[in-house]
């Protein structure tokens, strides 16, 4: 019976303020099996790509009240969304060799005992790493966000933060084909050439060059702005707040610039979601999961008919996930991040 040295990444410690590497260790522990146990449902995987996301942060801290997923227990291997492939299993459903995605653990090989919550590969003329983004959660989120929640329709003036992230790039592209005005900003000049070049918006802004969120955001929508996909927070939200047109819409997808904060910043221009009849929804995927095959099939075709380009950034080896994964709070990545553990 063939028997492997698991290497892990596992949360030393609960954090408080940033994250650092330092706070995670990468550790080859105990010798597995590759079998299930006899008699087991379970399944046994090789985790092949593994998708950062910026909801993990806030696993990283010890919360006194339950959250929305479970804090992360310090010493235990991090558990996450990625793509497997079956390796062992005594279930007629997994046949070694089969792929699926879904929640899995940033470790070489691991048990899942849960297989039926595992979602199958369906689109596998696409690179299988878009399960981890476009084809899996990050599309989920794009999709719902902007078509369920922001109530779009042609000519509508969209605003989206984040706009280069794995989220935003996605959002202001399925923008762009329903006839939108999309502008998007980003923390970098690399980024804004690549929002205005390759990904199709109509303009793009670096906001860490803007003294004056508030003046730059009217100098791109002097008539203001119609839909806000908000995925930082903080200075931005108040910003967009002051340039919103009346009966707007502002999905609240995320609030990045908060995550890493010991006491959330406030915000100041709230009066304006009365003035301005704004409606500001929050939402969370899970919330949408029933739409996923719509989604997932709607994203495929755009990607197929090169309707959308989707970016991806690739860290190689579990050796590097913690570093991909604080990367997301100062804007390393371009596109979606993602870590491949083996690519077979
Ligand atoms: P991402 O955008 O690929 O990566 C995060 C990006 O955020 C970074 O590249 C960085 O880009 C930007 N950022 C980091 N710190 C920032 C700060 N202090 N101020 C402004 N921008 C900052 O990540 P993603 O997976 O697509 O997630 C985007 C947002 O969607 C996050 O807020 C996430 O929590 C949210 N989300 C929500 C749901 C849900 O169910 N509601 C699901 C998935 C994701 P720059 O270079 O532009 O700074």
């Known amino acids: 019976m063939a028997e492997v040295k698991n290497k892990k990444a596992v949360l030393r410690h609960y954090v408080k303020g940033f994250a650092k590497e330092s706070d995670f260790e990468v550790v080859t522990s105990e010798t597995i099996h590759l079998k299930v146990p006899e008699g087991s449902n379970a399944v046994l995987v090789k985790n092949l ?15 006194d009240e339950p959250s929305y997923v479970p804090d992360f227990v310090p ?6 969304l990625g793509v497997v492939k079956v390796v062992d299993s005594e279930n007629s459903n997994y046949a070694p060799g089969d792929l699926f995605w879904g929640l899995t653990r940033w470790e070489e090989y691991s048990l899942i005992e849960n297989p039926e919550l595992l ?21 989920l989120t794009a999709g719902a966000g902007f078509y369920e929640v922001c109530s779009p329709k042609k000519d509508d003036r969209l605003f989206v933060s984040a706009a280069s992230g794995a989220v935003g790039q996605l959002v202001g592209q399925l923008a762009k084909l329903m006839g939108c005005y999309v502008v998007g900003s980003a923390g970098s000049d690399e980024k804004v050439e690549l929002l205005k070049g390759k990904l199709g918006f109509d303009e793009a802004f670096n906001y860490k060059k803007e003294p004056d969120l508030k003046a730059a955001l009217k100098r791109y929508f002097p008539e203001g702005i119609d839909i806000y996909f908000e995925n930082v927070g903080g200075a931005m939200l108040d910003a967009v707040l002051a340039n919103m047109r009346l009966n707007g819409r502002i999905a609240v997808c995320g609030m990045i610039s908060q995550y890493n904060l010991e006491k959330p910043e406030g915000v100041h221009n ?8 704004i409606r500001m929804q929050g939402f969370l995927v899970s919330d949408y999961i029933y739409k996923y095959p719509e989604y997932e099939d709607r994203l495929a075709q755009y990607i ?12 190689e080896g579990l050796e590097c996930a913690p570093a991909a994964l604080l990367g997301l709070f100062t804007g390393c990545n371009i596109g979606k991040q993602l870590v491949v553990v083996s690519h077979e």
Do not use: Q, W
Request: proline share 3%; charged share 25%; glycine share 12%.
């Open 119 to 139: 979602l199958g590969i369906k689109h596998e003329d696409l690179p299988l790493s878009c399960y981890t983004g476009v084809l899996g959660v990050t599309g």
């Open 49 to 63: 790509y593994l998708s950062c996301d910026p909801f993990m942060r806030s696993r990283m801290t010890k919360h």
């Open 270 to 277: 709230l009066t304006y979601v009365i003035t301005k009849r």
């Open 75 to 80: 010493g235990s291997v991090i558990t996450g």
């Open 304 to 315: 197929k008919e090169g309707k959308i380009n989707y970016m991806e950034d690739v860290a």
